[in-house]
C-alpha cells in the first residue's frame, strides 16, 4: 500500500472573501501560513518522504512551510496539481457569479455545464488522476493543492458527495497498485 497526504493550501485573502480563485495565482496571507506551519505539526509523525506542489504561489508556499518545518527537501512542483480553471467566475464571489452571470452560475450549480472560459469537470478530475497516480510512490508523499481539484477527484473516487475542502484540510489517500482509496485525516 503507498499513501499520499492530499492537503489543500493554507487561506488566502480571497477565500478569507469568498474568492473564487481557480488559476488566480493569490498568495497565502498572515492566517494561511499561520495554518501551514500548524499542519506541518499535525504531520510531524506520518513518515513523509516527498513533498509535492500545485505551481500556484498559494500551494507552493504551504508545502515549503511544511517542508522546511519538517526537515525535508524543497517540494517538488507539478502543474497538474493546480486548482480548476473557473473562467469567467475567477475574483468573484458565489453572490457576483449568481448576480453577473446567473445562467452559467445555475448551470454550475446543477452541475450540468462549467463556466464559459473554465475547465470541465471530467478535465480536473483526469488531470488530478494522471498526477497523482504519477507521484505515488515509495514512502508517504505530501502533495499540496487546491480545494475545488481536490473535491472533484475525492467525489469521484469515494463515489459520493463530499464537503468543501477547507483550508489546510488533510486527505489521507492509499493506493493498492489498482485504485485509490481515501478519507480525511483526522
Given amino acids: 500500500m503507498r499513501r499520499i497526504l492530499l492537503a489543500r493550501h493554507g487561506q488566502t485573502a480571497w477565500n478569507a472573501l469568498g474568492r473564487l480563485q481557480g488559476h488566480t495565482d493569490i498568495e497565502l496571507d498572515a492566517t494561511?501560513?499561520?495554518?501551514?506551519?500548524?499542519?506541518?505539526?499535525?504531520?510531524?509523525?506520518?513518515?513523509?518522504?516527498?513533498?509535492?506542489?500545485?505551481?500556484?504561489?498559494?500551494?507552493?508556499?504551504?508545502?515549503?512551510?511544511?517542508?522546511?518545518?519538517?526537515?525535508?527537501?524543497?517540494?517538488?512542483?507539478?502543474?497538474?496539481?493546480?486548482?480548476?480553471?473557473?473562467g469567467v467566475f475567477e475574483g468573484l464571489t458565489r453572490d457576483e457569479c449568481a448576480a453577473q452571470h446567473p445562467d452559467a452560475w445555475r448551470a454550475w450549480v446543477a452541475q450540468t455545464s462549467h463556466p464559459p472560459g473554465g475547465e470541465p469537470r471530467a478535465d480536473a478530475t483526469a488531470r488530478m488522476q494522471r498526477a497523482l497516480l504519477r507521484l505515488v510512490g515509495d514512502g508517504t508523499t505530501l502533495v499540496v493543492s487546491h480545494g475545488g481539484v481536490m473535491r472533484l477527484w475525492l467525489m469521484d473516487v469515494l463515489g459520493t458527495t463530499i464537503p468543501l475542502v477547507g483550508n489546510a484540510a488533510t486527505y489521507e489517500v492509499d493506493h493498492d497498485g489498482q485504485a485509490f482509496r481515501?478519507?480525511?485525516?483526522a
Fill in 182 to 185: 481515501a478519507k480525511l485525516r
Fill in 32 to 86: 494561511g501560513r499561520t495554518q501551514a506551519r500548524e499542519l506541518a505539526r499535525s504531520l510531524g509523525d506520518a513518515g513523509i518522504t516527498r513533498v509535492w506542489s500545485s505551481d500556484l504561489a498559494r500551494a507552493k508556499e504551504t508545502a515549503a512551510i511544511v517542508a522546511g518545518e519538517l526537515g525535508l527537501p524543497p517540494p517538488e512542483v507539478d502543474a497538474e496539481l493546480r486548482e480548476r480553471k473557473f
